[in-house]
């Protein structure tokens, strides 16, 4: 199975930004790819999804702030993060939607003055 692992994390300021990565052990090229985040308490949400050509979707809490983009010949995906906000702090993981693969370790983003 293909294993995930996420990088870039860590704290910001409000306002600030991030790039996070994930690398893929093994050929993420056909499959869409997703960002997730869940924060303390709180169940873990979709933040992004990215199809195989790379076209993305968000939802309404991110959107115009987040964007996911795809290197298909390095098997990684990423997630730009700007404008952050306080609500944003959680532990962002990367997976498959609907054919969701093992968990990574996912990777802390903290908005905090």
């Known amino acids: 199975q293909v294993q995930l692992v996420e990088s870039g994390g860590g704290l910001v300021q409000p306002g600030g930004s991030l790039r996070l990565s994930c690398a893929a052990s093994?050929?993420?090229?056909?499959?869409?790819m997703g960002w997730y985040r869940q924060a303390p308490g709180k169940q873990r949400e979709l933040v992004a999804t990215a199809s195989a050509s790379g076209a993305p979707y968000y939802p309404d809490s991110v959107k115009g702030r987040f964007t996911i983009s795809r290197d298909n010949a390095k098997n990684t995906l990423y997630l730009e993060m700007h404008t952050l906000k306080p609500e944003d702090t959680a532990v962002y993981y990367c997976?498959?939607?609907?054919?969701?693969?093992?968990w990574g370790q996912g990777t802390q983003v903290t908005v905090s003055s």
């Open positions: 093994g050929s993420i090229r056909f499959w869409i």
């Open positions: 997976n498959r939607p609907k054919y969701l693969l093992d």
